[in-house]
C-alpha cells in the first residue's frame, strides 16, 4: 500500500510540472511568460506580426538582428532578402510558442519574444544558419551566451551572409 501511496504521489508531482511547466513562469513577477501565437505576416528576417489573444502584435525576435530589408530610408542591405525569406517561409502562417523578454516591449512597442516552432528555438536557427548577427540588449539575454556561440561557429565556417557580405 505505501508504495502505491508513492507512486501515486510520484505521478501526481509529474502531471502538475508538464501541466503547469513552472519553467515558463506563466507571467508571475520575474518569470518568463509563454504564449501561443498564430504567425500571420512576416515583416522582415527578425520582425513578425503574430495573432495572439485575437489581437494581431508586432513581435521582435530577441537576441538576433537580421540584414534590414524594409526600414525607412535606409537601403536593403546585404542578405536581407535571404534572411528575411527564409523566416517567411519558415513562420508565416505558423502557431508559434512565443516567450516574453524579462523586458517585454521595444521603443517602437514591439512584443519581445523568443520564438519556437515544433520545440526548434528560431532565433538560434537564424543565427546558426549565418542569417542573422547577435543583437544582446539587456535585460534581455538569457541566451546571449549560446547565440554567440553559434554565430561565431556560423562566420567560421562561412555561412550565409558570413560568406557572401563584406565585413
Known amino acids: 500500500m505505501k508504495g502505491s501511496v508513492v507512486g501515486s504521489v510520484v505521478l501526481l508531482l509529474a502531471v502538475a510540472l508538464v501541466v503547469l511547466r513552472p519553467w515558463e513562469g506563466g507571467g508571475e513577477e520575474g518569470g518568463p511568460r509563454a504564449v501561443t501565437a498564430l504567425v500571420t505576416r512576416v515583416v522582415d528576417g527578425d520582425t513578425v506580426e503574430a495573432r495572439i489573444d ?6 521582435r525576435l530577441i537576441g538576433v538582428d537580421t540584414p534590414e530589408t524594409v526600414k525607412p530610408g535606409e ?12 523566416t517567411h ?7 508559434v510558442r512565443l516567450v516574453v523578454g524579462a523586458e517585454q516591449r521595444d521603443p517602437y512597442d514591439r512584443l519581445l519574444a523568443y520564438a519556437y516552432l515544433d520545440g526548434s528555438f528560431v532565433n538560434a536557427t537564424l543565427v546558426r544558419r549565418g542569417l542573422a548577427r547577435t543583437l544582446t540588449i539587456p535585460p534581455n539575454d538569457r541566451f546571449a551566451p549560446r547565440l554567440r556561440s553559434l554565430e561565431m561557429d556560423a562566420a567560421r565556417a562561412g555561412r550565409g551572409l558570413w560568406g557572401a557580405c563584406p565585413p
Open 54 to 59: 485575437g489581437e494581431v502584435e508586432d513581435v
Open 75 to 86: 537601403p536593403v542591405q546585404c542578405f536581407g532578402p535571404q534572411a528575411s525569406r527564409f
Open 89 to 95: 517561409r519558415l513562420l508565416e502562417g505558423q502557431s
